[in-house]
Each structure stands twice: as structure tokens, then as C-alpha cells.
């Protein structure tokens, strides 16, 4: 059941609900907006219909509209310097992150859009420090164990370097970063390929806000998926998780003083004349 309900109070019947639903399942045609229970199976729980209403008439999956949270756009100046001057950081102080700024981080990433509204993605959290050093041990070994075994796979024999890097007290893999967040989505998923993409995207943007540093690490993505794949099962990846990234985070152990500077590249401008003609 939707729990789809109408203050009457408050609903202008202005159709705003019914016009913005992506699957076109509210109808109007008795004044008031109705899901008819035929269609209610058809929802993908989107909530547009409770966020598009202007006065605050309309429930939907027993949300509370007056508790939700006021839209509030940030400055484009603002967000843009934010985009610009993000760096990839791979230097952490050692110190966790509150559970406060964590908890916050998470609540914020469940915002990420998914393929259909299905949110399959799944987030492996390592919240814990102690935690996040038995990953670098275990994965050490079996690298280690792969190398003395002649079983890292193919195209990934560069890992072997990293036992040297290691032995000498560097982590080249996880670079020493307290924390680590790995989004992953199964096969059947709708956009299981972008899903986990998009929602990191999200997570290192609000991170930065926060005053985190983050890096994408593909390193870790293949360690674990590919190189020692029966450790990312015990951190709880599922085997049918084939697309999967992994954002190392923390507070930075370094200060950058200013953005860099690029300019756009791979810019295609479709003109009128690209499409003259059939197909």
C-alpha cells in the first residue's frame, strides 16, 4: 500500500502531482488527486508527488510533508568553487571521523538518483579505523599469496610492486585513509552500471563540504573484486555485484592553497548541419 493520502484542507487541485509523476498513475478526473489500487503497483516511490505540491497537501508512503526539508539552492558561486577546487587527497590524519558528520554523510548519499527509483545501490561502510587497518593486512596477504602462487590475474600483475611499497612501510592501495566506502549494484539493477558511480559522486561532493579529503580508488576496486575477491565477500559484497567502486576518506593531512586550472576537453557542439539528412 501507498499510504497515498489528500489534506483536503490544503489541496488546490491545482494537478501538479498528477502532471509531474513519471509512471502518469494520479488521477484527477474526480477533482481531487487519486492512485486508483489497479495502479498502485506501477509507483516507483519517487516521492515527486509530495514534493511538487505547493501547498503541502498530499502524503505519500506515510511521509509527512511539513517535516520535509526545505529547498534551499546554493549559491552557483559557491558550488562551483567547491567543484574547482576538490582535489583527490591521498595523505589522512589518522583520526576517525564523528559518527555525527558520518551518519550525516550516509543520510545525504540515500538522495543519489537510481536507475527507475529502484536504490539497490549497496553501501559497504568501514566506519572504524582498527577495522580499516585488518582490510590493509589482509589484503597484503593475499596479494602475497597470489604473487608466490603465480595467480594474479591477468593485467594485474602490476600488484606485485606494491609488496615492496608495503614492506617499506607504504600503503600504495588504501593510503593509509581511516575510513573507506565502497557502493556497489547488482546485475539486475535498471542502471546497475552508473548507479554506484552516481551516488559516490554525491558522497565526495558533501564530503568535501564537510572539510573531508576523498580519493577514487581503483586500486582498492580491483583488490578486492578481482585480486583478492574472497576478502570483499567477507566485508559483505555480494558475488553478484559486478559494478563496484571504492572512495577512500578522511580528514586530509594537507592544505591545498588554491584550484587548479583546465579547460574543458572532448567538447562536441551539436550543430544543426549533424543532423540534416535521414538516417
Known amino acids: 500500500m501507498l499510504d497515498f493520502a489528500i489534506d483536503e484542507s490544503r489541496c488546490i487541485q491545482c494537478g501538479e502531482c498528477a502532471a509531474d509523476c513519471p509512471v502518469r498513475i494520479i488521477d484527477m478526473s474526480q477533482g481531487l488527486p487519486r492512485i486508483s489500487e489497479q495502479r498502485q503497483g506501477l509507483c516507483i516511490r519517487c516521492q515527486h508527488c509530495l514534493a511538487v505540491c505547493p501547498t503541502a497537501a498530499l502524503s505519500i508512503l506515510g511521509v509527512n510533508p511539513d517535516e520535509s526539508a526545505e529547498i534551499l539552492p546554493p549559491s552557483p558561486d559557491g558550488l562551483e568553487n567547491l567543484i574547482k577546487s576538490r582535489r583527490s587527497v591521498r595523505r589522512y590524519r589518522p583520526e576517525a571521523v564523528e559518527r555525527a558528520v558520518l551518519d550525516r554523510l550516509m543520510e545525504a548519499v540515500a538522495y543519489a538518483p537510481t536507475g527507475k527509483n529502484e536504490r539497490k545501490v549497496r553501501f559497504t561502510l568501514v566506519d572504524d579505523p582498527e577495522v580499516m587497518a585488518r582490510i590493509r593486512v589482509l589484503t597484503m596477504e593475499g596479494i602475497r599469496r597470489a604473487v608466490d602462487e603465480d595467480g594474479l590475474p591477468d593485467g594485474m600483475e602490476f600488484f606485485a610492486k606494491f609488496l615492496t611499497a ?6 600504495i592501495i588504501f593510503r593509509e585513509a581511516p575510513h573507506m566506502l565502497i557502493a556497489s549494484s547488482p546485475r539486475e539493477a535498471t542502471s546497475g552500471e552508473a548507479d554506484p558511480f552516481i551516488a559516490l559522486s554525491y558522497f565526495e561532493l558533501m564530503a568535501a563540504s564537510l572539510g573531508l579529503g576523498t580519493v577514487w580508488c581503483g586500486y582498492a576496486r580491483w583488490a578486492l573484486q578481482s585480486v583478492v575477491p574472497e576478502l570483499g565477500r567477507r566485508l559483505g559484497i555480494p558475488s553478484d555485484h ?15 592553497a588554491r584550484a587548479v586550472q583546465r579547460e574543458v576537453q572532448g567538447l562536441h557542439r551539436v550543430r544543426p548541419a549533424d543532423l540534416e539528412g535521414g538516417l
Open 242 to 256: 559486478r559494478s563496484m567502486y571504492a572512495v577512500m576518506f578522511g580528514y586530509p593531512a594537507v592544505r591545498y
Open 166 to 171: 608495503w614492506d617499506q612501510g607504504r600503503d
